[in-house]
């Protein structure tokens, strides 16, 4: 089975600031790589799908890289709605896996 | 526009069995892909398997093969996710999933586009 990594699990950051959260896979998952944004109490959104796409509707300040098994998510600006927490999720093979998620609060 | 509604929360006794129910509409139940992830109180997602439900296929993740049963009704384009031998480690939010698969000009888009509201199952004696 294919084990996803993210780090930090936490950040503090201000509105403004770049961003950028990583996910590491325990093998090659070539671009099948997708990140979530959730906030409390709801469902997970899909923000960047295949890496580095962008979801319809997603504000460009977002954006992914990598492939094979190194990825990043990147946030350009911070805006206060985008304080959420986010995950990694590889659509390589089953079973599908998640990352532990990574926190961005407010400083 | 798909829409999944769940059914709602459960309080079951170490033990028992719950079962989870996702109301489809707007699409026709056989062309998804139907998934189930579930989330404990402060921690982060958990995959629980698949359910095909225009051939029937399964696919669980091994934390849960012998505890969790997907289903489907399609009379009533409902599925259905059973989980036995409930542990007060299995009290988390559970959602239904709907898995898109696009492939186009190379690039190939594999994503959990529509989630259902969660359902919140509590395991206590």
């Known amino acids: 089975d294919i084990q996803m990594t993210q780090s930090p699990s936490s950040l503090s950051a201000s509105v403004g600031d770049r961003v950028t959260i990583t996910c590491r896979a325990s093998q090659s998952i070539s671009n099948y790589l997708n990140w979530y944004q959730q906030k409390p109490g709801k469902a997970p959104k899909i923000l960047i799908y295949?890496?580095?796409g962008l979801q319809s509707g997603v504000p460009s300040r977002f954006s992914g890289s990598g492939s094979g098994t190194d990825f990043t998510l990147t946030i350009s600006s911070l805006q206060p709605e985008d304080f959420a927490t986010y995950y990694c999720q590889q659509s390589y093979s089953s079973p599908r896996a998640f990352g532990q998620g990574t926190k961005v609060e407010i400083k | 526009q798909v829409q999944l509604v769940q059914s709602g929360a459960e309080v079951k006794k170490p033990g028992a069995s719950v079962k989870v129910s996702c109301k489809v509409s707007g699409y026709t139940l056989t062309e998804l892909s139907m998934h189930w992830v579930r989330q404990a109180p402060g921690k982060g997602l958990e995959w629980m398997g698949r359910?095909?439900?225009?051939?029937?296929?399964?696919f669980y993740a091994q934390k849960f093969q012998g505890r969790v049963t997907m289903t489907e009704d399609t009379s009533t384009d409902t599925v259905y996710m059973e989980l036995g031998s409930l542990r007060s480690e299995d009290t988390a939010v559970y959602f239904c999933t709907t898995e898109n698969r696009d492939c186009t000009n190379g690039v190939c888009r594999i994503i959990f586009d529509y989630w259902g509201q969660g359902t919140l199952v509590t395991v206590s004696s």
């Open positions: 359910f095909d439900p225009e051939d029937g296929e399964t």
């Open positions: 295949a890496a580095s």
